[in-house]
């Protein structure tokens, strides 16, 4: 498991140094879905970076991408990659974007880092080893009540066609709090309730490699994660709430 992570650590940098050296020359700017789901050069030059440096070592081993979508391998080993989260920040030169890698063993994810390059922050995790944030370790925030509590979210790609766009949900706990963030890139939101930066999370219509990495990462930072009715979340739901476990129930009661 060393090995691997210290792979995962490697090719996170390679990554994340390509990323700021295209960060404001992108060449090529596509659309995948609707006119918000945006897909640059760079994304793809950097999720075949990071796949190319897995599989030299690791042929064997299963990827799950946001790009190239599914390399069947081993099931008992798996990748989940994110070259830049945030892509539509990233195209705007917005400074709020991030690559995520995180990878399981038997369908449990063992490790997770979440690279923001503007920032020089590495965020990481083992599991059952406690999270950290450029080796420092951390930890949620003590924030005890929801009207004290900010809060994190984000809105799906088809917010203009779907009744579940979360704008009732945002509207709602933007007046129930001390405010509402959405910086659009759900990986390092997840980093920011696991560093204490915001007290709670929610969103829908997320992919596995969104938040493999940052899941874990909260999880081992003391934080607690459930879907919509407060079952246990897994990766692959369309649900999340992610906060420091003292405003969960209270956030559960004003979501719908």
């Known amino acids: 498991m060393k090995n691997i992570y210290n792979l995962a650590e490697e090719v996170i940098e390679k990554a994340s140094k390509l990323i700021l050296q295209n960060h404001k020359k992108i060449r090529k700017i596509s659309y995948k879905t609707g006119d918000s789901n945006l ?69 449990i994810v063992q490790f997770g880092l979440i690279k923001d390059p503007i920032a020089g922050d590495l965020y990481t995790a083992k599991r059952n080893k406690g999270a ?14 929801l009207r004290e509590s900010l809060l994190i979210t984000g809105f799906p790609y088809d917010k203009k066609t779907s009744r579940l766009n979360n704008l009732k949900n945002f509207c709602n706990l933007t007046l129930a709090t001390r405010g509402v963030r959405r910086d659009g890139a759900a990986a390092l939101d997840l980093c920011f309730i696991a560093s204490g930066k915001a007290d709670g999370y929610w969103e829908l219509k997320l992919s596995p490699w969104d938040v493999a990495a940052g899941v874990l990462i909260l999880e081992e930072a003391g934080g607690k994660i459930t879907d919509f009715k407060g079952q246990k979340y897994n990766i692959f ?14 956030l559960l009661k004003h979501l719908k």
């Open 132 to 145: 950290k944030l450029n080796g420092r370790k951390i930890s949620v925030s003590k924030t005890k009540t």
């Open 237 to 250: 739901d369309n649900q999340i709430i992610a906060t420091n476990g003292f405003i969960h129930k209270e």
């Open 39 to 107: 897909v640059t050069n760079v994304d793809k030059e950097a999720e075949a970076l990071i796949i190319k440096e897995i599989i030299s070592r690791y042929p064997e081993h299963s990827i799950i991408a946001e790009e190239s979508g599914l390399r069947k391998r081993n099931p008992k080993h798996q990748w989940f990659i994110d070259p830049i989260d945030g892509t539509t920040n990233f195209a705007h030169s917005y400074p709020f974007f991030c690559t995520s890698i995180a990878y399981a063993e038997n369908g």
